[in-house]
């Protein structure tokens, strides 16, 4: 059966974690230095919203404010975790030797598996926004890996390309899931067709309009379908930039 | 998986994971110790995550696994 939710961009959990106090040994950087995140899913201190949707548990729109800001070294197991560049420079860190600077358009896929540590750091004044969408992995303590990609939105213009999964030109990751980007530059209707009726998808829209299912959805907004043979997502006039992640739920 | 199968959960922090069937004996929790007997205040290890954000999961272990989680 099909199901959907709506969830407003306002609707979101929202943390401001300083570089200073209680938080400092988590968050690095200049006194100034602080990390904005809004979570579309319980995660931390926000425990009022869902669980997750599928195999996602942590969906997180973040900025990273002034130089040297950061998440410092920290231990991770088992989860997926991907990065998605918008804005600025992420320099990544893992003990995989794992060593990037990543811009707008690159992302990676960190499966944390059976033990690795990694920091996120924004060294310029220019804040750094990204999103960071965590998967549970589909076996436990797997070896860990680390993969990067980039898309061109150019390139990628009025389609949706995957960028995490099994297609062809994709990051894989150990997980029935698959993030695609849709950008278009003006109105257009996009077909979705999930892997079958047991797999849902989770529509963030980045930046524009995306309406869908009778809900118009603007700016840091999502919408989670399941149950759905196709999802027909149009888009608004002027750009739209959605990140899909569909997953077996 | 019967109710009373030893199960296993998963930090929402930060991905660690505790076995009802290995315990944690570097941290007092001997094999077999059920994840209701071990104390509310409780917090994960590595990330110091409450007991409450833990989640119980059944993912199969990757081959080879379960080593101790180091």
Not at chain 1, 18 to 41: K, N, Q
Not at chain 1, 120 to 134: F, K
Not at chain 1, 171 to 176: G, N
């Amino acid at each position: 059966m099909r199901n959907a939710f709506v969830l407003r961009a306002d609707e979101r959990g929202y943390n401001k974690i300083l570089s200073t106090g209680a938080t400092a040994s988590y968050v690095g950087g200049h006194p100034d230095a602080f990390i904005t995140r809004f979570s579309s899913f319980n995660f931390g201190d926000y425990q009022d919203g869902r669980p997750g949707f599928g195999r996602i548990r942590v969906f997180g729109d973040e900025a990273f404010y002034h130089p040297g800001c950061s998440y410092n070294m920290h231990p991770h197991h088992n989860f997926i975790i991907c990065a998605f560049v918008l804005e600025g420079r992420l320099t990544h860190i893992n003990t995989l030797g794992g060593l990037e600077d990543l811009g707008p358009g690159d992302y990676y896929a960190f499966s944390a598996g059976s033990g690795g540590l990694h920091e996120e750091l924004n060294r310029y004044a220019e804040p750094m926004r990204a999103i960071y969408v965590w998967l549970l992995p589909d076996q436990l303590y797997l070896p860990p890996t680390y993969t990067h990609g980039h898309f061109d939105a150019a390139a990628g213009m009025n389609r949706i390309t995957p960028l995490i999964g099994n297609d062809a030109g994709a990051v894989t990751i150990s997980q029935d899931a698959r993030i695609s980007r849709l950008v278009a530059d003006g109105p257009g209707a996009f077909r979705y067709r999930p892997r079958s009726p047991a797999h849902g998808v989770y529509a963030f829209v980045i930046d524009g309009t995306l309406h869908c299912d009778g809900a118009t959805l603007k700016r840091r907004d999502s919408t989670g379908i399941q149950g759905a043979e196709e999802i027909v997502y149009e888009t608004g006039r002027g750009d739209t930039d959605v990140l899909l992640t569909e997953t077996i739920m | 998986m019967t109710d009373d199968a030893l199960k296993r959960w998963i930090c929402l922090g930060c991905g660690f994971s505790y076995d009802e069937a290995l315990g944690l004996p570097e941290h007092g929790l001997p094999p077999g110790t059920r994840w209701r007997d071990i104390a509310d205040d409780w917090v994960c290890p590595d990330c110091g995550t409450p007991k409450a954000r833990f989640e119980m999961v059944e993912i199969p272990y990757a081959e080879g696994q379960p080593r101790a989680a180091a």
